[in-house]
């Protein structure tokens, strides 16, 4: 089956703006722990209540929480003494992130498979972004958590439309698929993060992430999710060549050094890297 690129992306688009394409949903937790954060009042106690019911979350956050994401120096074992060491930002960034995985599923086998992927992809920049932002910025590292954990936020509604549509779902069309989030899911990946009202330095992130020669005077979440994508996954030009970080201008805006092969020089923080993967997979 030949599939339009250009006419599944028009058929996306205009259903989006005449508000009959259905934008993700974050989970209900996700929602009452945002509107938690929008509350000065907020404290440690309301956001155990919000966050206890849901042990397997609970668990997750205080995995984070014993993990370098958060550096701290005794273990511990309760939620409540997560989210202490965590604080309230933090923890609701935290938690919004982490909630969202529960969206990256699908009831087709090979939408499902790729969508977990997806997530794994995302959860892996998203501890190389943290531990990026800790050592080499004076940045947020919670928001760059979260940004790594949106970056691919895009692709979900187009994996989705693909599966109500019942398109492109066989694995001979899978470059077809490619193509067609290649050129869809960086806007869409902006449009569902303003509409979940994320922080202006994080919403253009899905689709600023992908220039990886931009350069500007301050460092923020955008470079920071560029050098740990190209850490990750890399970057390749339209010949398919890879792209060699010191054509990368986030790396040097950062501070990284780079190896006689020219790969970033990260291996003191690898096993960092590696224990904060863990903690959000």
Not at 143 to 170: C, F, Q
Not at 184 to 201: N, Q, R, Y
Not at 243 to 270: F, N, Q, T, W
Request: net charge negative; aromatic share 4%; charged share 25%.
């Amino acid at each position: 089956m030949t599939v339009d690129v250009e006419e599944v992306k028009s058929d996306l688009l205009n259903a989006l703006e005449h508000d009959k394409l259905v934008l993700p949903t974050l989970p209900e937790i996700a929602l009452q722990v945002r509107e938690a954060a929008n509350d000065p009042n907020t404290d440690i106690p309301r956001l155990q209540d919000l966050i206890g019911n849901d042990a397997a979350l609970s668990a997750r956050v205080v995995r984070v929480a014993n993990s370098p994401l958060v550096r701290g120096v005794q273990a511990i074992e309760h939620l409540q003494a997560a989210l202490s060491r965590l604080g309230v930002t933090y923890s609701c960034n935290l938690v919004l992130g982490l909630a969202m995985e529960q969206m990256f599923q699908a009831t087709n086998d090979g939408i499902d498979t790729r969508l977990r992927e997806v997530w794994s992809r995302s959860a892996e920049v998203a501890a190389i972004a943290n531990v990026l932002c800790q050592h080499y910025t004076r940045l947020e590292p919670d928001k760059a958590t979260l940004a790594g954990l949106t970056h691919l936020i895009g692709v979900l509604p187009v994996l989705t439309y693909a599966e109500e549509n019942d398109i492109l779902l066989e694995e001979e069309e899978s470059e077809q698929l490619d193509a067609v989030i290649e050129a869809i899911a960086p806007d869409l990946g902006v449009k569902i993060l303003e509409s979940w009202s994320f922080h202006p330095s994080l919403t253009h992130v899905p689709k600023d992430h992908l220039d990886y020669r931009r350069d500007t005077d301050e460092v923020d979440y955008i470079d920071i999710v560029v050098v740990a994508r190209l850490q990750s996954y890399g970057y390749e030009d339209s010949s398919g060549r890879k792209i060699s970080s010191r054509e990368v201008p986030a790396v040097a805006k950062l501070g990284l050094e780079l190896d006689d092969s020219e790969d970033l020089e990260l291996g003191l923080h690898i096993e960092e890297i590696d224990m904060a993967v863990e903690s959000l997979q």
